[in-house]
DNA sequence: GCCGTCGCACAAGAATCTTGCGTGAGAGGC
DNA sequence: GCCTCTCACGCAAGATTCTTGTGCGACGGC
């Protein structure tokens, strides 16, 4: 689907605040509050807004230690097994398929150096690995997630 | 600020739907609306929930194109040397120091590889940058990007 | 010129938010 | 034991926002 200018910028305002009323969003993009709304609907049924959700302070919540896991697979598996072996730990916050030495990057939240730990004795032992690399995250200096929205 | 197990599972269903009524949290959580909501406002405000925001899909967006950089650096640099000089690009998503041989690790979206290969070009010309290295995202496996909340 | 489509603003009823108020449970002092 | 102070809750009502139906104007094809 292809958005306008306007379904950008009414995008644009939601990813700073996605509880912004209706009527603010129009009254920062130049429409009624009905107007937006549809559009908002329209945006949300399309697909290109997945879902409303909160931004959580990592610490607070519990998670105190993160890291990247870099992960070496033997030749033969398929982005499917890796998906099903790391989609199931709820530390892995995000994981990609990647161009280069390793065959895929995994991005972790964990309680402690222990948990984290754990967390990747666990995805090793599955049976297509053959290494794990982890860089542990000293300090987050940019933490944006989303991207803005280009013109 | 401490969070007990009623703040914590208002923050998970709001980490699954960031726009769900405050009495529908209050069915799912055994409250009142009203006692939802001074709970919601006292994680805002004391920095527990940072904010509200949508999730995008990125291709729709105009973002088709990630990938992690490696960034190595000379050895007086400080880490508020690389924000500085990091944070100015948009498309550095998430930027963070590592353990390990490199220095920090940056998420990168652009909306090409043309548009990718600017970016690390630009950042790799800063004064302090020794060298870089580019791992690029094949297939994204698993995008949840905030964790889920330990008990 | 005419008609169909699309997106908008307006308006009103429905739903939700928001705030003040009274109550009950638990902690601590006497 | 009893008192009080604090805290978090539910209830209720006014204010705000959402939501949907309606009509209008712009644009393009016939």
Do not use: N
């Not at 200018?5 to 644009?12: A, E, K, N, P, T």
């Not at 730990?117 to 200096?141: G, H, N, W, Y």
């Amino acid at each position: 689907m292809q958005l306008d200018q306007l379904d950008r910028r009414i995008v644009g305002v939601l990813l700073e605040d996605g509880r912004a009323t209706f009527a603010q969003i129009g009254d920062r993009v130049g429409l009624s509050a009905p107007a937006v709304k549809r559009r908002v609907d329209r945006l949300v049924s399309s697909g290109a807004i997945t879902g409303f959700t909160v931004r959580v302070d990592p610490s607070v919540v519990g998670w105190s230690t993160e890291g990247y896991v870099e992960i070496y697979c033997r030749g033969s598996t398929s982005p499917a097994e890796i998906l099903k072996a790391v989609d199931k730990h709820p530390e892995v916050v995000s994981a990609s398929t990647v161009t280069g030495e390793a065959d895929a990057i995994l991005h972790i939240l964990a309680s402690d150096i222990r948990h984290f730990e754990q967390v990747v004795e666990r995805i090793a032992s599955e049976p297509f690995m053959v290494r794990t690399k982890s860089e542990l995250v000293l300090s987050p200096l940019v933490r944006r997630e989303q991207g803005s929205i280009p013109d």
